[in-house]
């Protein structure tokens, strides 16, 4: 069988990928917070792990492979854009304008994704249909001496988990002094994360142990992953940007509520995406979500050939010449054919061909 080697955070060395379950290869990619349009860094990750998951389908067989990419759908970003709504006049109440939200955003996202061509995952796991298990999970926590609660909140202990910081590369006396924690005075320690928080009227709640509240996000991930994929898993992913606080706060929910098992075996992280150049942000006017892009007539196809012509690892830069070269490109792989990229004219079928000025493929 041809062999795969993964670049591990975890292990900071590039390993042999051998599966814990052959016949049942299983992956978690963080999916998203469903407040709004995905933006072009958004299909970073997405567009990676299509690759990945179609590799290991063609090794493994298409049977022997479990995709799980989440849905976040309890944020606080939802939440306000539910309470403008509202300001607004909206006759729905707070939890319908939640989901109303969710629901549209959900939509958007799988279409957007449909159009780069990435496959649907085996499973999409909505936070707000696993709170069961995220309280169930917090009170295992609390019961080995890894959580406490706290004035309505249930936080986790990071003293008590001596591999805090180890995914990210930080000791938490370093990670006090350089970040930007939340001191609140319920917290025994100021890096200490939440777990659980307590919602007021205004806000999307669920009865619990500690009174009516929500989940953090960290939680979420943790309790997906185990209830879809087991305690010990394969490959976990998402973007470089998660891999602190999200993904070192996952390793130790999970670890600690499950010291027997050794949670995801290899991290991939993909790096950021700029835009000629500069980090993508609203205020420099260089943000634009997928959605943006195929309305302005580039074919999804483009999209996803501009995004995996760039190694993974590597910070990606979306241009505009990389766009153009990337159509001309397709152009030449379909023969050059006057229908223009995205177009699939039965009467045109692809040629195999493969120009010599075809770009080199990164290899992992
Ligand atoms: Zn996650």
Request: with cysteine; proline share 7%.
């Amino acid at each position: 069988m041809v062999e795969i080697r993964l670049t591990n955070t975890r292990t900071r060395r590039k390993e042999v990928f051998a599966p814990l379950d052959p016949a049942n290869v299983r992956l978690y990619l963080c999916g998203p917070t469903v407040y709004d349009r995905a933006h072009l860094g958004n299909a970073r990750p997405t567009l990676v792990f299509d690759v990945l998951v179609r590799l290991l389908r063609h090794l493994h067989g298409a049977d022997h492979v479990t995709y799980v990419r989440n849905i976040t759908d309890v944020d606080d970003k939802i939440n306000a854009e539910a309470q403008r709504r509202k300001r607004l006049g909206s006759p729905l109440s707070l939890e319908d304008l939640i989901a109303e939200r969710a629901e549209e955003t959900i939509a958007w996202y799988r279409a957007d994704m449909a159009a780069l061509g990435a496959a649907p995952p085996d499973h999409e796991p909505r936070a707000t249909e696993y709170i069961p298990q995220m309280i169930a999970m917090i009170e295992t926590l609390i019961a080995r001496g890894h959580a406490y609660a706290a004035e309505g909140h249930v936080l986790f202990d990071v003293r008590s988990f001596p591999d805090y910081g180890k995914l990210s590369g930080r000791s938490v006396d370093d990670m006090i002094a350089g970040a930007r924690v939340e001191v609140a005075p319920f917290k025994r320690d100021p890096m200490d994360f939440v777990l659980w928080k307590p919602s007021d009227d205004d806000l999307p709640g669920w009865d619990s142990p500690w009174g009516r509240g929500r989940p953090g996000w960290h939680i979420e991930c943790s309790a997906m992953s185990e209830a879809l994929l087991g305690p010990s898993f394969d490959i976990h992913g998402g973007g470089i940007d998660l891999q602190f606080p999200h993904h070192e706060n996952e390793v130790a929910q999970s670890c600690c509520a499950h010291p027997q098992a050794s949670f995801a075996q290899v991290w991939l992280h993909n790096e950021m995406l700029q835009v000629e150049g500069k980090k993508m942000s609203k205020s420099l006017g260089n943000f634009f979500t997928v959605r943006d892009l195929l309305d302005r007539g580039v074919p999804g196809e483009v999209i996803r050939f501009v995004m995996l012509s760039t190694h993974y690892r590597k910070p990606m830069d979306w241009t505009e010449t990389k766009r153009a070269e990337a159509e001309a490109v397709l152009r030449r792989w379909r023969g050059g054919g006057g229908g223009g990229v995205g177009s699939r004219r039965a009467s045109s079928p692809p040629r195999a061909r493969r120009p010599p000025s075809s770009p080199r493929w990164p290899t992992t």
